[in-house]
């Protein structure tokens, strides 16, 4: 079961990933609203009505929106959610424009979800990563069907070791490269926030993501796997990073260079789909029928 991702908007204003399969559609965060997300699917061969979940990585606001709560009870998607922030969801909705909508349908509608992996649809792989992002932290995921692995990585704070030990056999890797360090400090944010971003439970540099992936494909190489299709750098600053240094700075690196997507804020990405990769020695190659 082959696995397309694209990625609709990353960055500080709004994050939401596209993953098509087989079995039907879903967001991975949903940071935009549903009119500006109706925009951004267009082109895509989908739309609002096709989704069938969305999945968070966590509740900051450019992650999650409650405008989304009345589409998500329209079209009877699931929200999968880790279970702490289920029972927050349910907290600001009761405070919210739309706390006329029933708080036991918002219940309904959330499946939350824990350390172990999960299948918001059928025949798709969700397993969790937990990362030391703020104070309630945030999730990754190694997303798998039977033919496609995907590693998905944002607003980690800091690379833990469990991390390397999922993004293995993997056809898409994507992963934040929010700041440059420099122009971080050279920044007018205030100095609390600076800290914040570049104290380990924020958000990762330009150099700690390209020393990640450099790790990930040089394991990939060690076990003799094919590389990753696809390279997606998410959540870039638009205040304290710069595209062109970012392809700059990855493209030293043959590995990256020909498989390096940047992600907007403003626009999607293409779809991202894992190439077909050589058989093992001991697979047998599947006959072709006219």
Request: net charge positive; hydrophobic share 40%; with cysteine.
């Amino acid at each position: 079961m082959s696995l397309e991702l694209c990625i609709l908007a990353s960055g500080s204003s709004g994050n939401a990933a596209l993953l098509r399969t087989p079995a039907g559609s879903l967001l991975i965060d949903a940071g935009i609203g549903p009119r500006v997300c109706a925009k951004r699917l267009i082109g895509t061969g989908v739309s609002i009505p096709d989704l069938r979940a969305i999945v968070l990585t966590h509740l900051d606001s450019d992650h999650f929106t409650l405008s989304w709560l009345p589409t998500l009870l329209k079209y009877n998607l699931r929200l999968h959610a880790f279970t702490p922030y289920a029972r927050k969801i349910l907290f600001r909705a009761a405070g919210e424009p739309s706390a006329h909508l029933p708080q036991s349908a918002i219940r309904d509608a959330i499946s939350p979800f824990h350390a172990t992996p999960f299948s918001p649809l059928p025949g798709i792989i969700f397993k969790p990563l937990p990362f030391s992002h703020d104070d309630t932290g945030s999730h990754g995921f190694l997303i798998s069907s039977d033919t496609t692995r995907i590693g998905y990585a944002t607003d980690l704070g800091r690379v833990p070791s469990h991390l390397f030990d999922a993004f293995t056999n993997l056809d898409i890797l994507a992963i934040e490269s929010n700041y440059d360090p420099a122009m971080q400090l050279a920044s007018d944010r205030p100095a609390f926030l600076k800290h914040r971003i570049m104290s380990g439970s924020g958000h990762l540099s330009n150099q700690q993501a390209l020393d990640t992936i450099r790790l990930i494909l040089s394991r990939h190489e060690s076990t003799a796997t094919p590389l990753p299709s696809h390279i997606v750098l998410l959540h870039r600053s638009r205040e304290c990073n710069c595209p062109n240094l970012l392809r700059d700075l990855f493209s030293k690196d043959p590995r990256i260079a020909p498989r390096l997507t940047l992600s907007h804020q403003s626009e999607r990405t293409t779809w991202l789909l894992p190439q077909p990769r050589p058989p093992l020695p001991h697979e047998q190659l599947p006959f072709a029928f006219a």
